[in-house]
């Protein structure tokens, strides 16, 4: 089963650690870094999913980024 996690706060190194102790694999859309923000997964929380599924996570950067062009 897929975990909840708190999309939009959580982080990607965050939810990659809790989607691997549930069994799955986390796949990203792009380069994402540690501390990138976890917008969306490809699988909803509580979606009956098996052991070794790949999880794909959307990020943005955080707010924090040196890639930010402020």
Same mark, same amino acid.
């Given at each position: #089963?897929?975990?909840?996690?708190?999309?939009?706060? @959580?982080?990607? !190194?965050?939810? !990659?650690?809790?989607?691997?102790?549930?069994?799955? $694999?986390?796949?990203?859309?792009?380069?994402?870094?540690?501390?990138?923000?976890?917008?969306?997964?490809?699988? #909803?929380?509580?979606? !009956? @999913? #098996?052991?070794?599924?790949?999880?794909?996570?959307?990020? $943005?950067?955080?707010?924090?980024?040196?890639?930010?062009?402020?």
């Amino acid at each position: #089963e897929v975990p909840s996690i708190d999309l939009g706060t @959580v982080t990607f !190194k965050q939810a !990659k650690k809790i989607l691997e102790a549930k069994g799955l $694999r986390v796949v990203s859309d792009s380069m994402a870094k540690d501390d990138d923000i976890v917008m969306s997964m490809s699988e #909803e929380a509580g979606s !009956k @999913v #098996e052991k070794g599924k790949a999880i794909t996570l959307i990020t $943005r950067p955080s707010l924090g980024s040196s890639s930010d062009s402020y």
